[in-house]
């Protein structure tokens, strides 16, 4: 299973934000299928945005709610993350994971990383 | 929400045994996941549910957990081992689920 994710690098302040997360060599909507986005800002640790199950129901990160949309299409086989009214704090590596595991939770594998500036 | 601290650095020589903790209030009851990143990559699972290997992950590395701190340990490190790490678990009962320590940089001298 491989995960790529892409977007636009540079994103203007207030506007939205939006990545693509193409998955390959494995259904989106195979059994309890749940995917992650997650963002690293520059030189910090990594921060959990939110969980996409493949058939729609969502779980957001607090900080974000009412700022951010998790939509899975199946038929492409892929996540998108849209990011609404963006500031530079909002700037950072944007990640999509499978999430997986019985006893709790964790990710793998990931995508690569796309990095999202906020300009001013 | 749950709180994961890991120390913000470690240091080893070469061929010596590295050890990074992850801490949290009860953390025993959960399970506890590990991740390596090296720099300018994505993070690679290393270890999962406390101690158990993704295929393709070497021996040497091994994950323990005993009260309210889990530990990572790489044997013999290598060069190739100088990265950070975070631990992570997953708080079922928050509604910020997912929880990441700091992250350590591990550094072979």
């Known amino acids: 299973l491989q995960l790529q994710a892409s977007g636009p690098g540079l994103v203007k302040s207030s506007e939205t934000l939006s990545l693509t997360c193409t998955v390959s060599g494995g259904s989106i909507s195979s059994t309890n299928s749940h995917w992650v986005w997650i963002r690293q800002p520059p030189g910090k640790g990594l921060e959990w945005i939110g969980t996409v199950f493949y058939r729609g129901n969502t779980n957001y990160s607090p900080s974000l709610q009412g700022r951010l949309s998790l939509l899975v299409d199946t038929s492409k086989n892929q996540l998108s993350l849209r990011l609404y009214s963006v500031t530079a704090a909002d700037t950072a590596v944007y990640f999509c994971a499978r999430r997986t595991g019985d006893f709790g939770y964790f990710f793998d594998p990931w995508s690569q990383g796309t990095l999202v500036t906020v300009s001013s | 929400s749950y709180v994961l601290t890991q120390p913000p650095s470690v240091s080893v020589a070469l061929g010596q045994t590295a050890r990074i903790t992850c801490g949290g209030n009860n953390l025993g009851s959960k399970s506890v996941h590990w991740y390596q990143q090296r720099p300018g990559q994505a993070p690679v699972l290393v270890v999962y549910?406390?101690?158990d290997r993704p295929s393709g992950i070497p021996e040497r590395i091994s994950g323990s957990e005993g009260g309210n701190t889990a530990t990572l340990t790489i044997s013999r490190v290598e060069a190739g081992d100088e990265a950070d790490y975070y631990c992570q678990v997953w708080d079922s009962n928050s509604d910020h689920p997912a929880v990441f320590g700091g992250g350590t940089q591990l550094t072979i001298l």
């Open positions: 549910d406390d101690s």
